[in-house]
């Protein structure tokens, strides 16, 4: 075999073998969102926060949203209404400190498209501080939560 030939076959050979694996682009990103808080005489303060997320490439995992109370009781049960009129779930979860991660059941149902996720959560208001008495009335004090991936 002529020296040239074998050289640049080993060199083929180890250029096909020594590839990287390869990586698929994902994007997502928070497009908006619109949030209710209801409090009952009693102080406790029910919140419904849907957020509206466009995925151009995915699948879409997770959603962290930062910024929860740290005492709040969060519904396991998370709606999630498709651009297209589907209805997928999702389920939360509380993770370290003020920290809820919604996690979606069927990853590759969310290739791409605009989701809305429909996540509630409650807490004590007179407890945590959201609710404090301001002179005659009552003052709530209450910043929406962060979604860290968008």
Known sequence: MYPRRAIALAVALCALMATARASAWQEAHQTGGDVEVHVDP???????????????????????????????????????AGEDGHTLSAHASRREGNVIRVEVDDAHAFMRGTFAFDVRWSVDGLKSG???????????????PLATDG
């Open 130 to 144: 959201l609710i404090v008495r301001d002179g005659a009335a009552w003052r709530l004090a209450w910043s929406s």
């Open 42 to 80: 009693a102080g406790v303060a029910s919140i419904r926060d849907v957020l509206r997320w466009r995925v151009v490439r995915g699948p879409l995992h997770w959603i962290d949203l930062a910024n929860v109370d740290a005492s709040a009781v969060v519904e396991p049960a998370v709606s999630v």
